[in-house]
T-cell receptor, first 115, second 116 residues
Framework: QQQVKQSPQSLIVQKGGISIINCAYE??????FPWYQQFPGKGPALLIAIRPDVSEKKEGRFTISFNKSAKQFSLHIMDSQPGDSATYFC??????????????FGRGTQLTVWP | GAVVSQHPSRVICKSGTSVKIECRSL??????MFWYRQFPKQSLMLMATSNEGSKATYEQGVEKDKFLINHASLTLSTLTVTSAHPEDSSFYIC????????????FGPGTRLTVT
């Protein structure tokens, strides 16, 4: 059972545009929501993360929006650049129970930014 | 900071042999390390969680006798794929977290295993 659902599977955006990737979860025990960026043949790199006590977090061109009541969160990449072309994974974790700190990943979004 | 290395980056081995992959946290002590495998164009699948000095906890469906994990120190965890077969060919990635209640997981660059 997929604990974190991510969409879209692939996304094509023109340079300078806004890329938006959405994730949804069911487990209300989740209290940490990171986004990872992965280039082909490389390990994932932590981009930005949010906790449910805030609705938005911004770091440079990357913003996470969080809707606790809807159990959804999204990544917005402003002024998208060709160098942003990568696979993006959302994830969630909880410190409760036996799953201490374990990350549940979405299926990933392949982002392509056209120059 | 928060750098995790893996060695080797690529390995090709013959069917039936064993392969060891090392995961090191270079600038922090990792109380917990995670091992994942990733197939092309798919998400990361957690294989096991290891805490320093204790036995690893394996995910359902992962054979613990085939994928041996040793978390010998606060900076080193190893994954040994025993009696490897072509279906074990995959991208293996480790991650490490600096502390029990620190949530960030930092990933290594991954190891591409090809079993011929």
């Amino acid at each position: 059972q997929q604990q974190v659902k991510q969409s879209p599977q692939s996304l094509i955006v023109q340079k300078g545009g806004i890329s938006i990737i959405n994730c949804a979860y069911e487990n209300t025990a989740f209290d940490y929501f990171p986004w990872y960026q992965q280039f082909p043949g490389k390990g994932p790199a932590l981009l930005i993360a949010i906790r449910p006590d805030v609705s938005e977090k911004k770091e440079g061109r990357f913003t996470i929006s969080f809707n606790k009541s809807a159990k959804q969160f999204s990544l917005h990449i402003m002024d998208s650049q060709p160098g942003d072309s990568a696979t993006y994974f959302c994830a969630a974790s909880s410190l409760m129970g036996s799953t201490l700190g374990r990350l549940y990943f979405g299926r990933g979004t392949q982002l392509t930014v056209w120059p | 900071g928060a750098v995790v290395s893996q060695h080797p980056s690529r390995v090709i081995c013959k069917s039936g042999t064993s392969v060891k992959i090392e995961c090191r946290s270079l600038d922090f002590q990792a109380t917990t390390m995670f091992w994942y495998r990733q197939f092309p164009k798919q998400s990361l699948m957690l294989m096991a969680t290891s805490n320093e000095g204790s036995k690893a906890t394996y995910e359902q469906g992962v054979e613990k006798d085939k994928f041996l994990i040793n978390h010998a120190s606060l900076t080193l965890s190893t994954l040994t794929v025993t009696s490897a077969h072509p279906e074990d060919s995959s991208f293996y990635i480790c991650s490490a977290t600096p502390g029990r209640y620190l949530r960030e997981q930092y990933f290594g660059p991954g190891t591409r295993l090809t079993v011929t």
